[in-house]
């Protein structure tokens, strides 16, 4: 079944249900000013308050925008009042469209599945770009400096979590977050087997050995 991710920067993000229609799931999860926090799979929809606690919507807009993650992201400005102004602004600032609020589940599914239908796929076939790595997601293909990478959907996903997150240490707990598995739990001594398999492919292609071990914290992914 195909996912669709509906972003929310109200704490409402965090407790909506699941909805199901036509073979596909809609998940909802809250939208922090540091953009998602696990890797997420086919259309994402995005719904930004006007205010939020720590950033002003249109600046969320704007970050959106230039985040790889969201590149194919249709982004909703959530407007306090019908302002032709405020419109205006959401719009200049990366915004697809705007409603006014307050949010409802009945609201952002209707608005969801309306726009969804005129719309297709055309965001499914995206191509993110973090320093020497490309990563095609229509193809399911990763490069390094323009040479493949062979990798199984496990290391794949993995890739392009430390891609997205470079530079910094990453407990093995933070990957199983990040990596968003819905099947069950995942042992940590597996995400050991995924990272020495990325490892050898990353080497296979060329890369060097730009994942390094943090003793007793985890794993760095070093990209400049």
């Avoid at 950033?55 to 019908?82: F, K, N, S, W, Y």
């Avoid at 589940?105 to 719309?119: I, S």
């Avoid at 990325?198 to 794993?219: E, F, S």
Wanted: proline fraction near 4%; include cysteine; glycine fraction near 8%.
């Amino acid at each position: 079944m195909d996912v669709v991710t509906i972003f929310l920067t109200s704490d409402l993000g965090e407790t909506l249900d699941d909805f199901i229609h036509d073979k596909q799931r809609f998940v909802f999860a809250r939208l922090g000013s540091g953009g998602p926090e696990r890797l997420v799979d086919g259309p994402i929809w995005a719904f930004v308050d006007w205010v939020m606690e720590d950033l002003a919507g249109l600046e969320m807009c704007r970050r959106l925008r230039a985040d790889p993650r969201m590149a194919g992201a249709h982004i909703t400005m959530v407007l306090e009042a019908d302002d032709i102004d405020d419109r205006r602004r959401a719009l200049k600032a990366g915004a697809d469209d705007y409603m006014v609020g307050p949010v409802e589940r009945t609201r952002v599914l209707d608005r969801v599945l309306a726009v969804q239908t005129r719309r297709g796929d055309a965001a499914a076939a995206r191509i993110q770009e973090y320093g020497p790595v490309t990563i095609n997601l229509a193809a399911l293909q990763a490069l390094w400096a323009g040479q493949p990478i062979t990798l199984r959907p496990n290391e794949f996903r993995l890739l392009r979590f430390l891609a997205q997150n470079p530079n910094r240490v990453l407990s093995r707990a933070d990957l199983i977050k990040g990596l968003g598995k819905d099947e069950g739990p995942i042992d940590e001594r597996t995400v050991d087997v995924w990272i020495g398999r990325l490892r050898r492919a990353l080497k296979a292609a060329g890369a060097g050995n730009p994942l390094r071990t943090v003793r007793q914290m985890g794993y760095v992914f070093d990209l400049r």
